[in-house]
């Protein structure tokens, strides 16, 4: 079992930036693809960002491009989503993902092991 576990989150204004972190427990952090999701209240969870195994790739949603940057560092078992001019419509509750021997994906329900979330509020 991969377990993931996400400090972070907070209440900014319109403008400013957050970052995200998700620390990933044992050794097979290095062979996972990362992603990042949200879910704000009354809609579907949707796809942020995702990055490959060594960081080399990496891939975004059209509404965060530009502004969000995921990175990880695999020495540290940690995953990072730097948020830049946050909106009121980036308020949802952040989850990170974990996809264990494979490549990076946008899709949720290819990703078998998730953090707890954490919620950021962005107020105008």
């Known amino acids: 079992q991969v377990h993931l576990v996400e400090p972070g989150g907070g209440l900014v204004q319109t403008g400013v930036s957050l970052g995200l972190t998700c620390a990933a427990s044992g050794r097979d952090f290095g062979t996972s693809a990362m992603a990042w999701f949200r879910q704000a209240p009354g809609k579907e969870r949707e796809f942020v960002a995702a990055?490959?195994?060594?960081?080399?790739?990496?891939n975004y949603a059209d509404s965060v491009k530009g502004r969000f940057t995921i990175s990880r560092d695999n020495t540290k078992n940690t995953a990072y989503l730097q948020m830049n001019n946050l909106k009121p419509e980036d308020t949802a509750v952040y989850y990170c993902a974990a996809r264990r021997n494979s490549g990076p994906s946008s899709r949720a329900d290819e990703y078998a092991y998730w953090g707890q979330g954490t919620q950021v509020t962005v107020s105008s």
């Open positions: 990055i490959s195994r060594s960081g080399g790739w990496t």
